[in-house]
């Protein structure tokens, strides 16, 4: 296409208003780069009017004929369509039937009084441009020189290639699903059973996630990323399970050894490493392992909330972790924030397809991939709980997804006026009494005159610092 696209415009000359109208239109047009052909400036004295405007119409050079559409040109063109037509700018049913039906873009200027665009029958069902709103008319223009220069808003991104795991055979999650499926009927017949399938479960969960090892067959960024991401979705259905079975686990309250948990997350960091003795790798390689662990550390903690079972989640936070390392032979406890996993492999890939610079690709993914029975509240909850647990205990651990999050404050905090409220969840906070949590509050705020910024880059929006949430002296002050 010429950087000058071509375009005739079609209009009656209804009255002199209008026919003003449809002049400034076409100087607009000029003057954003479009080559426009009316005859109010290009038919001659001498010319004939139909065949200057049939050969405009017909004309290889026109790539677009703009029809202006108001009442009188829809009542006009159905005259001509019997023969009676006067006006040769109107076009005629056997001259649009004739070119390409692509060439031709509607503008509707006028509607009935029933909200329906004037259009002749020949163009019913055609898509139009609507400038019969003033208000519109700068976003409708917009359409318009997009049409006409080819640049759509949204174009169709290139096709990719299937994900592997559709053509898989056997799903990974094929026993880990059979757990979630006879829980509730083996649990009810035997609940001295349930330590056991907790132990069951988490073997054959532990045993299926080390199938997704990826072996990458390309390093660019764009290939890497989307084998990533790929694999991230395989995983889902497992991913699902586990977020099911623990569901069920946590409605039954404290009836469980949580040990059986805790041990099997000392196991996940293990998952980031290569599984043989190599010596060197790339640290992206296991960024889809990365992922898995930090979730589901989140879901966790999100069905701890769902289901109100606030020692689960005390437990999670505040028990120490003896995690297995490649690196080092002696074992020392460390905190929840180790399971910590940010990955940024991802970034440009999912930018890319997305077309779109997000705070956090991670983030974005992880809310995208919010499954059935589970909240976007209550994952950006389990997300914020463990920043300020993390933070009272002098820890780190950036909440992710809090640009996500629909509420301003978490009602946890908001509720912890309640004596009775605070009672039960004091634990998460790793104090005995109200006294002592004020204490920390206290303290914490002493220690952090002037805090940091806690927020990504560019956002406006913050993570406000606890002691901003919740008003220290009135924790659990009433009923």
Same mark, same amino acid.
């Given at each position: 296409?010429?950087?000058?696209?071509?375009?005739?415009?079609?209009?009656?000359?209804?009255?002199?208003?209008?026919?003003?109208?449809?002049?400034?239109?076409?100087? +607009?047009? @000029?003057?954003?780069?479009?080559?426009?052909?009316?005859?109010?400036?290009?038919?001659?004295?001498?010319?004939?009017?139909?065949?200057?405007?049939?050969?405009? @119409?017909?004309?290889?050079?026109?790539?677009?004929?703009?029809?202006?559409?108001?009442?009188?040109?829809?009542?006009?063109?159905?005259?001509? /369509?019997?023969?009676?037509?006067?006006?040769?700018?109107?076009?005629?049913?056997?001259?649009?039937?004739?070119?390409?039906?692509?060439?031709?873009?509607?503008?509707?200027?006028?509607?009935?009084?029933?909200?329906? /665009?004037?259009?002749?029958?020949?163009?019913?069902?055609?898509?139009?441009?609507?400038?019969?709103?003033?208000?519109?008319?700068?976003?409708?223009?917009?359409?318009?020189?997009?049409?006409?220069?080819?640049?759509?808003?949204?174009?169709?991104?290139?096709?990719?290639?299937?994900?592997?795991?559709?053509?898989?055979?056997?799903? &990974?999650?094929?026993?880990?699903?059979?757990?979630?499926?006879?829980?509730?009927?083996?649990?009810?017949?035997?609940?001295?059973?349930?330590?056991?399938?907790?132990?069951?479960?988490?073997?054959?969960?532990?045993?299926?996630?080390?199938?997704?090892?990826?072996?990458?067959?390309?390093?660019?960024?764009?290939?890497?990323?989307?084998?990533?991401?790929?694999?991230?979705?395989?995983?889902?259905?497992? +991913?699902?399970?586990?977020?099911?079975?623990?569901?069920?686990?946590?409605?039954?309250?404290?009836?469980?050894?949580?040990?059986?948990?805790? &041990?099997?997350?000392?196991?996940?960091?293990?998952?980031?490493?290569?599984?043989?003795?190599?010596?060197?790798?790339?640290?992206?390689?296991?960024?889809?392992?990365?992922?898995?662990?930090?979730?589901?550390?989140?879901?966790?903690?999100?069905?701890?909330?769902?289901?109100?079972?606030? +020692?689960?989640?005390?437990?999670?936070?505040?028990?120490? #972790?003896?995690?297995?390392?490649?690196?080092?032979?002696?074992?020392?406890?460390?905190?929840?924030?180790?399971?910590?996993? &940010?990955?940024?492999?991802?970034?440009?890939?999912?930018?890319?397809?997305?077309?779109?610079?997000?705070?956090?690709?991670?983030?974005?993914?992880?809310?995208?991939?919010?499954?059935?029975?589970?909240?976007?509240?209550?994952?950006?909850?389990?997300?914020?709980?463990?920043?300020?647990?993390?933070?009272?205990?002098?820890?780190?651990?950036?909440?992710?997804? #809090?640009?996500?999050?629909?509420?301003?404050?978490?009602?946890?905090?908001?509720?912890?006026?309640?004596?009775?409220?605070?009672?039960?969840?004091?634990?998460?906070?790793?104090?005995?009494?109200?006294?002592?949590?004020?204490?920390?509050?206290?303290?914490?705020?002493?220690?952090?005159?002037?805090?940091?910024?806690?927020?990504?880059?560019?956002?406006?929006? +913050?993570?406000?610092?606890?002691?901003?949430?919740?008003?220290?002296?009135?924790?659990?002050?009433?009923?």
């Amino acid at each position: 296409m010429s950087n000058h696209p071509k375009v005739f415009i079609s209009y009656s000359w209804s009255n002199p208003d209008h026919e003003n109208w449809v002049v400034n239109l076409a100087e +607009r047009l @000029v003057a954003d780069g479009v080559d426009v052909t009316i005859d109010k400036w290009d038919l001659k004295e001498g010319q004939d009017k139909y065949t200057f405007m049939e050969s405009m @119409v017909k004309s290889n050079d026109i790539q677009r004929v703009l029809i202006i559409l108001d009442k009188k040109y829809a009542d006009k063109a159905e005259q001509r /369509a019997g023969g009676v037509g006067t006006e040769t700018q109107i076009i005629s049913p056997q001259i649009y039937e004739n070119v390409s039906q692509e060439k031709f873009i509607p503008i509707v200027t006028e509607k009935d009084d029933k909200g329906d /665009a004037h259009m002749p029958t020949y163009l019913k069902g055609r898509i139009y441009l609507d400038f019969s709103e003033q208000t519109d008319f700068e976003n409708n223009y917009e359409n318009l020189l997009r049409n006409i220069f080819k640049r759509p808003a949204y174009s169709k991104p290139k096709i990719g290639t299937p994900p592997p795991y559709l053509f898989e055979d056997t799903p &990974h999650h094929q026993k880990t699903s059979s757990l979630v499926r006879s829980f509730d009927n083996l649990v009810n017949k035997n609940p001295n059973r349930l330590n056991p399938m907790i132990r069951d479960f988490l073997d054959e969960y532990y045993t299926s996630i080390d199938e997704f090892v990826i072996t990458f067959t390309s390093r660019d960024t764009i290939d890497t990323g989307k084998t990533i991401c790929d694999n991230i979705q395989s995983y889902t259905p497992l +991913r699902d399970d586990f977020i099911l079975f623990f569901d069920k686990v946590f409605k039954l309250g404290d009836q469980f050894d949580i040990d059986i948990l805790i &041990h099997f997350l000392e196991r996940t960091p293990q998952l980031t490493y290569p599984r043989d003795e190599r010596g060197q790798w790339y640290d992206g390689d296991y960024d889809n392992f990365r992922f898995f662990v930090h979730e589901i550390f989140l879901y966790l903690i999100a069905l701890g909330l769902k289901n109100e079972n606030y +020692r689960v989640i005390d437990e999670l936070l505040h028990s120490n #972790y003896f995690f297995k390392s490649r690196y080092e032979d002696k074992v020392k406890p460390k905190q929840f924030t180790e399971l910590y996993g &940010h990955i940024a492999s991802i970034k440009q890939y999912y930018n890319q397809t997305f077309s779109q610079n997000f705070f956090s690709p991670m983030a974005d993914l992880i809310i995208k991939r919010i499954p059935k029975g589970m909240s976007k509240d209550q994952l950006i909850d389990a997300d914020l709980i463990c920043h300020y647990v993390a933070e009272l205990s002098g820890s780190y651990w950036f909440p992710i997804t #809090y640009i996500y999050r629909s509420r301003r404050n978490l009602d946890l905090l908001g509720k912890l006026v309640s004596q009775r409220f605070f009672e039960k969840v004091k634990g998460i906070f790793n104090v005995a009494n109200a006294e002592e949590f004020r204490n920390l509050l206290q303290s914490y705020k002493e220690r952090n005159k002037n805090p940091e910024r806690v927020s990504y880059s560019g956002s406006f929006d +913050r993570v406000l610092p606890i002691y901003e949430i919740v008003e220290i002296d009135n924790v659990a002050t009433i009923r």
